[in-house]
């Protein structure tokens, strides 16, 4: 497994949340981002998890929502160092799961994401 600290790993994430376009950032609602080093291991896609979506997509919304926590995305970091051989992989997989659980959160879903290269 490649090495990098959390640290390293984190600095990552918010890059790769740096470049997405500032018109789409500033229409995000009331999410949190956090960096986990494992997923847990009962859940659906067991340790090979690389990144997590859960809450209420914008698109689902209604006049309804009002004083729910704020949705969470997570990016699980040693799942992406173990599938990473170089650092620059781990960039460009950091980068495509965090677009990913982002547009999750714009209610985009899995088809579309696999099907222009998000998967």
């Not at 949340?17 to 859940?43: C, H, Q, S, Y």
């Not at 997570?74 to 965090?98: A, D, G, S």
Request: hydrophobic share 40%.
């Amino acid at each position: 497994m490649l090495e990098m600290s959390r640290e390293e790993f984190e600095e990552l994430v918010a890059e790769a949340l740096d470049r997405i376009p500032p018109e789409l950032t500033k229409l995000m609602d009331n999410v949190a981002i956090f960096v986990e080093d494992e997923p847990d291991p009962a859940g659906e896609h067991g340790t090979n998890l690389l990144g997590l979506y859960e809450g209420i997509p914008l698109t689902e919304r209604g006049d309804w929502y009002a004083g729910v926590l704020p949705d969470r995305i997570t990016v699980y970091r040693n799942p992406i160092l173990r599938i990473c051989e170089t650092y620059e992989h781990v960039v460009e997989e950091v980068e495509v799961t965090v677009v990913h659980e982002v547009a999750h959160h714009f209610g985009i879903g899995d088809a579309w994401l696999h099907e222009h290269g998000y998967g």
